[in-house]
């Protein structure tokens, strides 16, 4: 896991004030909850973090290393969206494999980690199944899944 640190971080869209000059550490290995009302800037502070939205000012370090200019694919994060945002069309097998496909990794690799993850999750029984046919938590999941895979440094869950 990574250390994450927001510096001085703001935000607008138009006249709203999205965030405010927030910042925030979070060391590595621990985990952090963002509370507040709906509009607080909460999926807002994520999605800057992961490279989603730029920041109008302020700055965003991983493991001590400035990123707030990296884009999304070299800031070594997963984001597991609101909505989950899984894709209709594909099994769960294939949302799961999606960001490794994507990365061009060997279909024997991406078989065994998306075996592993759906072990882990207990999602094995689902893999043929497509978004349409689950539970509100077994996508849930899915979505978890699809994050777990890469195994990367950040999780950032909405």
């Known amino acids: 896991m990574a250390e994450v640190k927001l510096e001085e971080i703001s935000k607008r869209f138009g006249r709203v004030q999205a965030v405010?000059?927030?910042?925030?550490?979070?060391?590595?290995?621990?985990?952090?909850?963002?509370?507040?009302?709906?509009?607080?800037?909460?999926?807002?502070?994520l999605r800057i973090t992961a490279g989603l939205e730029k920041p109008d000012e302020g700055e965003?370090?991983?493991?001590?290393?400035?990123?707030?200019?990296l884009p999304p694919q070299e800031r070594d994060m997963a984001f597991v969206f609101q909505?989950?945002?899984?894709?209709?069309?594909?099994?769960?097998?294939?949302?799961?494999?999606?960001?490794?496909?994507?990365?061009?990794?060997?279909?024997?690799?991406?078989?065994?980690?998306?075996?592993?993850?759906?072990d882990i999750l207990h999602i094995s029984h689902l893999l043929d199944r497509k978004p349409v046919q689950l539970s509100g938590g077994e996508k849930q999941r899915v979505a978890l899944g699809r994050a777990m895979v890469r195994e990367p440094n950040l999780f950032l869950l909405d």
């Open 60 to 69: 965003i370090y991983l493991d001590g290393r400035r990123i707030t200019d």
């Open 20 to 45: 405010k000059k927030l910042s925030i550490e979070v060391k590595s290995g621990k985990f952090t909850v963002l509370l507040g009302p709906t509009g607080a800037g909460k999926t807002t502070t």
């Open 83 to 118: 909505n989950l945002a899984l894709y209709p069309r594909y099994t769960v097998f294939e949302n799961i494999a999606s960001p490794l496909k994507a990365r061009g990794m060997d279909r024997s690799e991406i078989e065994m980690r998306v075996k592993r993850i759906a």
